[in-house]
């Protein structure tokens, strides 16, 4: 059986708490509606919107009892039964530390889940008790017993992958103690159990690699079709000219697994083809590593259907006849709750348009000026790939742990002539069908195909 996460974004969280644990120290109820993400190894239920039960839908609520009435129950299965989402019941015992379920808990959920798995078939109703310091879950067994969730996995700009069974801590080694005095043991242990994904293995790609393979993340999945060529050798970390004509994955993959990564997963074909974005369902962290808008725009929409943040790095320098103009590099974090790349504009319309062309038609745009380096090669330097590199890995890590005492900025542009990094403000439009709360693709998951592509 694969592992059954409750995925959620960090702002609809904070929502929910708030309307869950109120201060008059009440019992509070409501409803999580969620779609569904499949992987062969993990299930997760992804958090579309939540909805507290009205209070004159409550037949008692006391410090230490609630019961709800069967008419919002009612409403909610019409709802799951219309959008195809599955409920996840949740309500609070604002009086303990760790959560648990009573025996009254247990004697209302005996009858109330079968109800909703009976009349929602294939949706996997389940349920969650939140206190204010700890929130544990469950669903029905076939033989009408329990069985516990596995955790809950929280995006934003504060994520947090909790974990309701207790698990073995992953054995810390000596080298990761310089590590351990900046974010505590605690915070190495989370990073040792993360998910990543590295999306294009060029310059800045192997690099993010090569750092998580030395922070401690064990299990990262490689994604580019290409092989190295003698160009790569001077950016591409791993390599030398030995390895000219080898699949970059191999190369990079055989490079981390030296450095430590227990689990190195290979994936030699393009991350804009559908196949390929669903064996990322079970990550926890994407870096974007890419040249190319199209394959952005499909991770950008990916990040926000399927709750999972994806790091996005991209450089240029302006040289003409040897003469640098221009030189800027860029950091931003996709997803729920963090920014947009459409309404932020690190994507072009017209250069997903190009890029989508055939050669021919490619390359006579490209002469004509309308768009430039989709063929021909652009201005490339190991030092300024590996600050943006830098900038994004401790991005990422800030999201999970207390790296730099603060939040980060979701957006970072660098600047190399002033040496400067500029923070700026994510740009949402309420009616991007991106990210919009209305009508965007938030947790969307399974239900809608991410790329055309296969």
């Known amino acids: 059986m694969s592992d059954l996460y409750i995925s959620i974004a960090q702002t609809d969280w904070e929502v ?34 939540f909805r507290a ?84 879950g469950r669903k029905l067994r076939p033989d009408g017993g329990f069985v516990s969730l596995t955790g809950m996995k929280i995006s934003g700009v504060k994520s947090k992958i909790i974990n309701f069974a207790k698990a073995n801590s992953p054995t810390l080694s000596n080298q990761y103690d310089r590590q351990v005095l900046a974010f505590g043991l605690e915070g190495q242990q989370v990073i040792q ?5 590295v999306i294009g293995l060029g310059g800045i790609g192997s690099l993010v690699a090569e750092q998580l393979a030395r922070l401690g993340v064990n299990d990262i999945t490689l994604v580019d ?23 970059k994955i191999e190369t990079v993959g055989s490079h981390i697994a030296k450095l ?36 952005r725009s499909i991770l950008n929409r990916f990040a926000h259907q399927y709750l999972i943040p994806v790091v996005d790095h991209g450089t240029r320098i302006d040289a003409r006849a040897a003469q640098v ?24 319309p017209e250069r997903i348009y190009a890029e989508s062309l055939p050669t021919k038609e490619r390359l006579a745009l490209e002469k004509e000026g309308y768009v430039v380096g989709l063929t ?29 005492g603060g939040m980060q900025p979701v957006d970072q542009l660098y600047d190399a002539t002033s040496g400067s990094v500029f923070a700026a403000s994510a740009k949402h439009d309420t009616t991007c ?22």
């Open 260 to 295: 430590g990564v227990a689990r190195v997963n290979l994936i030699a074909a393009s991350a804009i083809r559908q196949e390929v974005l669903l064996m990322l369902r079970d990550r926890d962290i994407i870096f974007c590593c890419v040249d190319n808008d199209s394959a």
């Open 53 to 136: 039960v009205p209070q004159n839908l409550y037949d008692s609520r006391q410090h230490y009892h609630l019961q709800v009435s069967p008419e919002f129950y009612n409403t909610v299965i019409s709802e799951c039964e219309k959008d195809q989402l599955a409920p996840v019941i949740v309500h609070s015992h604002p009086h303990h530390q760790d959560a648990w379920y009573s025996k009254s808990d247990d004697f209302g959920e005996s009858r109330l889940l079968p109800v909703l798995d009976s009349l929602l078939p294939g949706l996997t109703p389940a349920s969650l008790v939140l206190t204010p310091s700890s929130v544990v």
């Open 325 to 348: 103009r221009a030189a800027a590099g860029r950091v931003t974090l996709f997803g729920a709750g963090l920014a947009c790349a459409r309404c932020s504009h690190h994507i072009n």
């Open 193 to 197: 159990t993360l998910k990543a994904a």
């Open 433 to 454: 069908d991106i990210c919009s709360e209305t009508t965007g693709i938030k947790g969307l998951g399974d239900s809608q195909v991410i790329s055309a592509y296969h």
């Open 16 to 49: 929910a708490k708030s309307r869950l644990l109120t201060p008059d120290g009440k019992e509070n109820a409501g409803v999580f509606y969620c779609a569904s993400s499949k992987h062969e190894k993990e299930h997760r239920l992804l958090v579309r919107r």
């Open 225 to 247: 079709p290409d092989r190295i060529e003698v160009s790569n050798v001077s950016r591409v970390f791993g390599t030398d000219s030995k390895q000219v004509g080898k699949l």
């Open 376 to 404: 021909n090669a652009v201005p490339s330097v190991v030092s300024m790939n590996t600050v943006v590199a830098g900038l994004g890995v401790t991005a990422a890590l800030n999201l999970f742990v207390d790296l730099t």
